[in-house]
């Protein structure tokens, strides 16, 4: 079956960065979309950023441009989220999502299958 794992998270100080990764298993990683999400206490969760099949076009929220990206290696099925110039606002569970189509979306509700979420701590 289907499983996603992120790694990475942790606790950083405002303005460090960390990298979240996202291993997948149980299919074809190649050909689908991927995406990462966050949600933070007492919020809804939010999209992130996002990855096509091919890791040609990449798409960011806009509180993240500039600071985070996404990327993928399909040889190692995995998908990245590079996390620069972190915010306080920035401390949320994250979580990687597959998307079983070329492009990725921002809504949950155009994503198939989900990580078990790594929490990212920003506190000095």
């Known amino acids: 079956q289907v499983q996603l794992v992120e790694s990475g998270g942790g606790l950083v100080q405002p303005g460090g960065s960390l990298t979240l990764s996202c291993v997948a298993s149980g299919y074809t990683f190649n050909i689908y979309a991927m995406g990462w999400f966050r949600q933070a206490p007492g919020r809804e969760r939010e999209f992130v950023a996002g990855i096509s099949w091919s890791g040609d076009r990449t798409y960011n929220e806009n509180s993240v441009n500039g600071r985070f990206t996404i990327s993928r290696d399909n040889a190692k099925s995995t998908i990245y989220l590079q996390m620069n110039s972190l915010k306080y606002e920035d401390a949320a569970v994250y979580y990687c999502?597959?998307?079983?189509?070329?492009?990725?979306?921002?809504?949950?509700?155009?994503?198939?299958?989900w990580g078990q979420g790594t929490q990212v701590t920003v506190s000095s």
């Open positions: 999502a597959l998307a079983k189509r070329r492009l990725p979306g921002d809504t949950e509700t155009e994503y198939d299958y």
